[in-house]
């Protein structure tokens, strides 16, 4: 089986290396995807030992993991890992991610951050949104809605095509497992919330901003 | 009033452009006369704005000046609307556009390798 783990990268030229080397440890394969960055991005991930492309005018997180999906599949990526760029996941947790697709139990792992490492309380309100809306629309019963670390089989990943090219697609993707009746589960994922991650991160007009492109997406 | 030679004016440089697009034939006639039609409409309300006042007491509007505000507020914001929506279309195409770059790419350095 191929493990191919895809990593969205915009301007991430201090931890890309650090993450592609420490990742390829426990894959087969690492595709990084760089999103127009303007500084070393690609060749930092090039030194690590990842498979490169790049986008050459930054067009989103969304619309990186759809591009390097499709290049996954292409070198016939048996699982696809969704992964970020910036060191918040251990990459030693991609075999809890992936065993229950190895194992035939499920087509997509989706990680649960809540179920380990403690959250700041604002946060953890604005996710609590993110839950209730998904169980409304999706159908979904989930404890975490927008965390980037996921695992799919090819013939998923081949089913969930994602059309959002910003932050959306965290929600998109858990509408299209809806959609096509895939099963599903939740592993336990550790986070790790340091100070970059924190400032990084969404905010609370970021996420009225992504229910405007949900609402958006309706339309066109 | 000073502001309806203004706007008339105003009218009739938008009616001059229209005229000469269509005459280049970037707009069909059709269009054309539509947008006639619109600033004939627009320059009557101008004119004689209590026009407006037998539409607008029709429709429960105190003023016919209020109610064209009401409706323009309205159509504004529809064109807002449609301008997102188209927006977000032009942006999702350009998305494959650059997918598809990215990934030729890709397979090319892919084969270079492999040689």
């Known amino acids: 089986m191929k493990i191919t783990v895809v990593i969205p990268a915009f301007n991430e030229e201090k931890t890309i290396f650090d993450v592609v080397s420490d990742v390829k440890k426990y894959v087969d394969e690492v595709i990084v995807v760089d999103d127009g960055s303007s500084d070393n991005t690609l060749t930092r991930a090039e030194k690590g030992g990842a498979v490169v492309c790049s986008h050459f005018i930054n067009r989103g997180q969304g619309a990186a993991l759809e591009t390097g999906k499709q290049i996954a599949l292409l070198r016939n990526a048996d699982i696809i890992v969704h992964y970020d760029a910036d060191g918040q996941f251990l990459p030693e947790e991609i075999k809890l991610m992936i065993e229950p697709i190895v194992a035939g139990r499920t087509e997509v792992v989706l990680g649960n951050r809540f179920l380990k490492s403690a959250i700041p309380p604002f946060k953890k309100f604005l996710l609590g949104g993110g839950i209730l809306l998904t169980r409304l629309t999706s159908g979904l019963k989930l404890g975490d809605t927008h965390n980037g670390f996921r695992a799919l089989s090819s013939s998923a990943a081949q089913k969930i095509i994602i059309e959002h090219n910003r932050m959306a697609h965290a929600s998109e993707i858990l509408d299209k497992i809806g959609k096509n009746k895939l099963s599903y589960a939740e592993v336990p994922v550790t986070l790790k919330y340091f100070p970059v991650a924190v400032r990084r991160g969404q905010n609370f007009f970021d996420y009225l901003k992504i229910l405007f492109d949900l609402f958006l997406g309706r339309m066109v | ?115």
């Open chain 2, 1 to 115: 009033m000073l502001i309806q030679y203004f706007l008339i004016l105003l009218v009739l440089v938008i009616v001059y452009r229209t005229f000469s697009r269509w005459k280049q034939g970037s707009l069909a006639l059709k269009e054309f006369i539509f947008w006639l039609c619109f600033w004939a409409i627009a320059c009557v309300v101008v004119l004689k704005p209590e026009s407006t006042n037998f539409v607008a007491n029709i429709l429960g509007v105190g003023r016919g000046a209020d109610m064209v505000v009401y409706l323009s507020v309205i159509l504004l914001f529809y064109i807002v609307f449609q301008i997102t929506v188209k927006t977000e279309k032009l942006e999702r195409n350009i998305t494959k556009i650059v997918r598809k770059m990215a990934i030729s790419e890709a397979q090319k350095n892919n084969k270079e390798e492999n040689k």
